[in-house]
């Protein structure tokens, strides 16, 4: 099973500061990253795929990258809706797995 | 519009069955990968179960023996039958659809509650 670890566990930044996430694979999942966005009560919603590849209607300033083991997802000005929970999953092997997500709060 | 509609949650008893239904509309089912992820009280997301046209199905280790996915495409259905339900069980279900033939899952339900609890 690969295993995908999130970190920070929470990262507190104001809005409109630079926010950079990061997930970590236990092997390689090439470039078979997904990351989702999910705000309390809600369910996640699709934001980056394939590494870098923003999903239908996901705005600009978020931003994926890497390939292999190591991955960014990068938000360049925070916006007040983007303080949510951050996870990245991937769909290189069965099982399909997920990282324990990333907190951004605002600070 | 695509729409994913859960249903069938509720609140079980350890050991007992239950069958989860999502309604899809907007798309057809057969053709895209449709899949259950849960989410546990105050934790991550966990994905449990991938179905496919043809009946390829993927199970995580801990529900496969457990749980079963189908689908019926007549009536645009997705469904997951969960016996020997634990307490581990517990959490919200999504159903999610994948983009075509892959685990990309651009839509997701609303999400139900399934409480295994005595």
């Known amino acids: 099973e690969i295993v995908l670890t999130q970190s920070p566990a929470t990262l507190s930044l104001s809005p409109g500061e630079r926010a950079t996430l990061t997930c970590r694979a236990s092997q390689s999942v090439n470039s078979y990253l997904v990351w989702y966005q999910q705000k309390p009560g809600q369910a996640p919603r699709l934001l980056i795929y394939?590494?870098?590849n923003r999903a239908t209607g996901i705005p600009a300033r978020f931003s994926g990258s890497g390939s292999g083991t190591d991955f960014t997802l990068t938000i360049t000005s925070l916006e007040p809706e983007d303080f949510a929970v951050y996870y990245c999953?991937?769909?290189?092997?069965?099982?399909?797995?997920f990282g324990g997500g990333t907190k951004v709060e605002i600070k | 519009e695509v729409q994913l509609v859960e249903s069938g949650g509720g609140l079980i008893q350890p050991g007992g069955s239950l069958r989860l239904s999502c309604a899809a509309s907007g798309f057809t089912v057969s053709g895209n990968y449709m899949n259950w992820v849960r989410q546990a009280p105050g934790k991550g997301l966990e994905w449990v179960s991938t179905f496919y046209t043809g009946g390829n199905t993927y199970y995580a280790g801990s529900v496969e023996g457990r749980f079963t996915i189908s689908g019926d495409n007549s009536k645009n259905s997705v469904y997951l039958q969960m016996n020997g339900v634990r307490a581990e069980d517990t959490a919200i279900y999504y159903c999610?659809?994948?983009?075509?033939?892959?685990?990309?899952?651009?839509?997701w339900g609303q999400g139900i509650l399934v409480t295994v609890s005595s």
């Open positions: 394939d590494a870098s």
């Open positions: 999953q991937q769909r290189r092997d069965w099982p399909l797995t």
């Open positions: 999610t659809k994948g983009r075509g033939a892959n685990s990309i899952w651009d839509y």
